[in-house]
């Protein structure tokens, strides 16, 4: 069955160092999003992507970075971790309809922890 | 801009009875609606959406919502909670032009009592 998959599940790291959270997807679907989840904010978006080569910043994009080289996989790069990314992060995808309708599926989430 | 406000960060009843949760949203341009639920430890899951035509929304376990333009709400309930519906909701809105980007509300989180 078509998935999405986030690597890893869980993540403790220290403040200053360059972590990547995987996402990939196997629906094909050209449009990937990156949330954060914290408490009373709900999840807030960090980055997307429409296709291979797109990306676009959201909400709360001050240092995260994507890059998107090929259809199923989108990763999301903290540069220099810090205890404010300290965050539960969700991946998305949807297809591309083009009216709107189309849903985002969600992965499982990854707890990162900035120590 | 567009923005959700779910009323209510955390709502409690007892087994068997209704369950309301609300949410009201802020677009200037008609908008597309969605409900979605998060389980502990689990990524969220769609319940329903509203699009266009019927303003009355059936999704899964139950759920159904309207859609009331004059009240710019589209507030979630279910007649019967059970236990299994204890879980985290999430409100969000679509605008229909340009990016496909979701805005979430702040979430509800749903306590069933036996």
């Known amino acids: 069955d078509a998935e999405i998959t986030q690597s890893p599940r869980h993540k403790i790291t220290e403040t200053g160092r360059q972590v990547t959270l995987a996402c990939h997807q196997t629906w094909n679907h050209n449009n990937m999003f990156w949330y954060r989840q914290d408490l009373g904010h709900g999840l807030r978006l960090i980055h997307y992507s429409y296709g291979v080569q797109d990306t676009n910043k959201g909400e709360v994009s001050d240092g995260y970075s994507v890059s998107r080289s090929n259809t199923e996989d989108l990763p999301l790069t903290l540069e220099s971790a810090a205890s404010s990314q300290t965050s539960v992060y969700f991946c998305?995808?949807?297809?591309?309809?083009?009216?709107?309708?189309?849903?985002?599926?969600f992965g499982p989430g990854t707890r990162l922890t900035v120590l | 801009a567009q923005s959700v406000t779910q009323l209510g960060s955390h709502v409690s009843v007892s087994e068997g009875a209704l369950v309301l949760l609300r949410c009201n949203y802020s677009s200037s341009v008609p908008p597309y609606l969605f409900w979605y639920v998060q389980y502990p430890n689990q990524g969220l899951q769609l319940l329903l959406k509203y699009t266009t035509g019927a303003t009355l929304v059936k999704g899964i376990n139950g759920f159904e919502a309207e859609f009331k333009k004059s009240e710019t709400s589209f507030h979630l309930t279910k007649p019967s909670a059970h236990m299994s519906d204890a879980a985290e909701y999430f409100c969000?809105?679509?605008?229909?032009?340009?990016?496909?980007?979701?805005?979430f509300g702040q979430g509800t989180r749903l306590t069933i009592n036996p």
């Open positions: 969000a809105v679509k605008v229909i032009q340009g990016a496909q980007k979701l805005v």
């Open positions: 998305a995808s949807s297809v591309a309809s083009g009216g709107g309708t189309d849903t985002q599926y």
